[in-house]
């Protein structure tokens, strides 16, 4: 997997994110958004367990930087549903279970 960033000199000059951006800089000292894109280079699926726990294994390093405060990730989303159907607050064990999730969401089979 390689993650790639996307920082907030990506939000186009003018825009209400970017005119927010600036105020927030101008009176506070600023902040720093970082989007993390993860993509699978040998044509798997990031839904796959091992890819989710591979997303679980980065986001808790990046978390325990400093300064970094709330660092939310897919993996949160299917760790939030595997608390409500099975009582645990882990990445599911299958791609079977995942697809489940995903269809009991309201979402298609993702590839």
């Keep these: 997997m390689i993650p ?18 600036e105020r927030i800089r101008e009176k506070f000292g600023g902040f720093r958004l970082a989007n993390i894109v993860v993509e699978r280079t040998d044509g798997g699926s990031i839904l796959d367990p091992e890819s989710l726990r591979e997303i679980d294994r980065m986001q808790s390093e990046i978390a325990s930087q400093p300064g970094v405060i709330v660092l939310p990730s897919i993996v949160d989303v299917f760790k939030q ?13 299958s791609r079977e279970a995942v697809d489940q999730m995903m269809l009991l969401a309201g979402r298609s089979k993702l590839s």
């Design 81 to 93: 549903f595997n608390l409500v159907i099975q009582g645990k607050a882990e990445i599911p064990a």
């Design 4 to 21: 790639s960033f996307v920082l907030e000199e990506g939000i186009p000059q003018g825009s209400p994110p970017r005119e927010g951006y």
